[in-house]
């Protein structure tokens, strides 16, 4: 299994670079830069600081959208990475939930999405693409990479598993859901008009804790990040109410990220029992000592996850690099 980090652009891109550059040294194999314009620094621009400070690790969108960047502006932004990572970068997109929200605008539909997949496949690749029925070209185009979907509802899955070389799936599945999936992904893959390999890319917030009891208290915006967009049942199942932390204060209004964690933490503290939070970190996330972390790995590798991305429970957004967090993984063995 190929080990990646989330690496949110939360401080100046040349400091974002160098914690990269300290995820390459750690030997971790990816490093995913999410894109939304409100929250972080620029996506591509920071890839382009990211490859420049890299040799070896492979850099992707984590993801980047179709809304607030039109197809044409993703085309070259994608290209210009490409010339500065040759055979290291991969275009991963979505339907635009951060980003779209916070500009008011509409999530991708999945026809949409689609079509323009596929005018990024010929534009990236120097062949021509219809616009408003003039055909255009991207100069100077560096060819094809790997254009992954992160995709939760079902008929973005079935895009992704026919037109894209890899699939995202959300966080908040047991390691049955996540084998389940997996299969069901795999299967639709090998049924395409294009054989080809196939990614099931996971997604996990991840703890590694030397023993002693953790202090749960400060990973209560990820839990009720997570419950605000998972099933009823598993709030219900954590002892939650799903409708109080839609109205929490302090959680940015895009429902993935909190604006400042601390703010964050005080909000959820009153809705999320310390149990829960500990229950959802056991149940969901890559929990427990190096030994634990390594165990449940290895279980979600049987399960078929090719490659897992990870990222700190606490704090995404603060300005807040996570070099403690990759030292803490690295020192488990499962990136060397």
């Known amino acids: 299994m190929r080990i990646g980090l989330r690496l949110p652009a939360c401080d100046r891109a040349d400091r974002v670079a160098a914690a990269a550059a300290h995820a390459e040294a750690a030997g971790f194999d990816s490093v995913w830069v999410p894109d ?3 929250l972080w620094r620029d996506t591509f621009v920071t890839l382009a600081l990211v490859a420049a400070s890299t040799r070896r690790i492979a850099l992707a969108t984590g993801v980047t959208n179709l809304v607030t960047r039109h197809v044409t502006v993703v085309a070259s932004a994608a290209r210009t990475v490409q010339e500065l990572a040759p055979g290291r970068f991969t275009l991963a997109l979505g339907a635009g939930r951060s980003a779209a929200d916070m500009a008011g605008a509409e999530h991708t539909p999945t026809r949409d999405l ?3 997949l596929r005018a990024l496949r010929a534009l990236l690749s120097g062949q021509p693409w219809s616009f408003a029925g003039q055909p255009q070209w991207l100069t100077g185009a560096a060819g094809a990479c790997p254009v992954y979907l992160g995709a939760g509802g079902p008929r973005n899955v079935r895009l992704a598993c026919t037109e894209a ?5 959300a966080s908040t599945l047991s390691v049955t859901d996540v084998a389940r999936t997996a299969a069901m992904v795999r299967a639709l893959a090998a049924r395409s008009s294009h054989p080809r390999p196939f990614d099931v890319v996971l997604w996990l917030r991840a703890h590694v804790h ?3 009891p ?7 915006p990820a839990v009720a990040i997570a419950l605000r967009n998972a099933p009823e049942d598993i709030a219900e199942s954590l002892g939650v109410d799903r409708q109080a932390l839609r109205q929490t204060a ?4 895009d429902g993935t990220h909190p604006a400042a964690w601390a703010e964050a933490v005080a909000s959820c503290d009153p809705l999320i029992s310390d149990e829960a939070a500990m229950a959802y ?3 969901y996330c890559l929990y427990g000592t190096q030994a634990d972390i390594v165990g449940r790995v290895a279980e979600l590798e049987r399960a078929g996850v ?9 704090g995404d957004t603060a300005g807040t690099l996570p070099d403690e967090f990759i030292d803490s993984f690295a020192a488990t063995g499962l990136t060397s």
């Open 36 to 38: 939304s314009q409100l």
């Open 114 to 116: 689609g079509e323009s």
């Open 165 to 169: 070389d890899g699939i995202i799936l």
């Open 210 to 212: 030397d023993g002693s």
């Open 214 to 220: 953790p202090d749960p208290r400060q990973w209560k």
């Open 250 to 253: 302090g959680l940015h209004s």
């Open 281 to 283: 970190a056991q149940r």
């Open 306 to 314: 090719t490659t897992l991305i990870t990222t700190p429970l606490a």
